[in-house]
């Protein structure tokens, strides 16, 4: 007889061992240690034990959710209401353990007053994973739920909807180099006086005025946070003779060999020139050379900067949304 309990921490072990069955299943989710799980859910503040929901056979755990009323909406019914994680053991499905977890859960969120859920995994901790067909390439970010996944059509099925679409991006960076294409806009674009290079305080000006004129805070922070540093990572502009009119953020290597990637921008006047093309294309170029293995990020469906990345060569190899019900 399978029993539903309130978590605590003396279940932290088997919590992860169901994580990691997880992972061996489906070769996605990344495996973690107990303390790499641990510390995913001691870094969001309001964590608490008691949002998670444990399905016991006799002490073993064989499925669990773990679950969020966020105190910022805490009295707002239309949202905070978040569903993090809901995962069963593999031989344990189809057995109505899964549907028993989300009905609690449903039942809880209807006790506090609460309209709608939303299934947000693995938010709002971030949970690595692997790229499939790949060796190993990571992403230390799963956006959503994978669509086309077991978890996506069991929410499906029991009323919830899709929205908020990511697509994730990958290139195998051992085997990247510019197209033809590219190539053809840098030397158009040099005509011009207009060349791709790496940031040099002594050469090139107008930080200020591009962060104005760009008027993204986010890329503004990422920028400003990476010259703070006493050593900043290097990063890719576009220079009109010395003026900075686009940037790439900061680049580097993680462990896994993924070459990093905040983003790219370029100012508005100086688009439909192909520059985002040739800038992240250099960006990519400039990570291969130094040592880096491949590239993953994500981006919204609607976000026209997904035509760049896909221009430069770069192929989406999982799209993943969030999933909302009323109550």
Known sequence: MINYIQGNCEYIEKIVDVWNDEYSDNHFLKPMTIKEFTSKLEEISFFDWNNTLLALDDDKVVGYCIYYNLPSL????????????????????????????????????????????????????????????????????????????????????RGFSSYGFQDAFHANLEEYEFSDKIKEIIEINKKDGISIELYDKNKHYGLDEFYKELNIYDFEKVIRSNLELDNPYPFLVVSDKGRIVGWTGAMWNEESGRGHFDGIAILECYRNRGLGKALFSNLAYYNKNNGAKFMTFYTGLTNYARYIYMGAGFKIVQSFCFMQRKI
């Open 74 to 157: 805490i009295n707002n019914p239309e949202n905070g209401a978040i569903i993090s994680q809901l995962i069963v053991k593999k031989e344990y499905r189809n057995k109505g353990i899964g549907s028993t977890l989300l009905n609690k859960v449903i039942d809880y969120f209807k006790s506090v007053g609460k309209t709608k859920v939303d299934v947000k995994f693995f938010l709002p901790a971030c949970y690595p994973w692997y790229i499939p067909n790949t060796d190993k390439h990571d992403h230390p970010c799963a956006p959503g739920i994978r669509i086309n996944s077991n978890e996506y059509f069991f929410f499906l099925h």
